[in-house]
């Protein structure tokens, strides 16, 4: 199965990864899960997929192409994600510090 990397070795990959609070992990996951359709729709965006670990269903993952570093700093200033931002330290393990945003290139 392609993906989105196959045809377009510039696109920014994004991994975003965070864990809720003990007792938090439905809301965080119904917060997360408002994100997508927003975020799908802006400028830029090719995919914004959410996973949860397979061995921890506290841990969360959004797996994302931008088609620039330009677009991705767009998303990190809408609304939604700015509102969600406030919200951390109530979801996440560690607060704000607890989102690990990693940006990659694919190689090969």
Not at 15 to 32: C, D, H, V, Y
Not at 45 to 53: F, R, S, T
Not at 76 to 102: C, M, P, Q, R, S
Request: glycine share 8%; with cysteine; proline share 6%.
């Amino acid at each position: 199965m392609p993906t989105p990397t196959d045809d377009d070795r510039t696109l920014l990959t994004v991994i975003a990864r965070m864990t809720a609070l003990p007792g938090k992990e439905q809301e965080l996951r119904s917060e997360l899960e408002q994100l997508v359709e927003p975020t799908l729709a802006e400028d830029g965006c090719v995919n914004y997929d959410l996973h949860v670990a397979v061995d921890d269903p506290a841990t969360f993952f959004f797996y994302e192409n931008w088609t620039s570093p330009g677009h991705l700093e767009a998303h990190l200033g809408n609304a939604h994600l700015v509102e969600f931002a406030g919200k951390l330290d109530e979801y996440l393990v560690g607060g704000a510090d607890g989102l690990v945003i990693t940006q990659l290139q694919r190689i090969k």
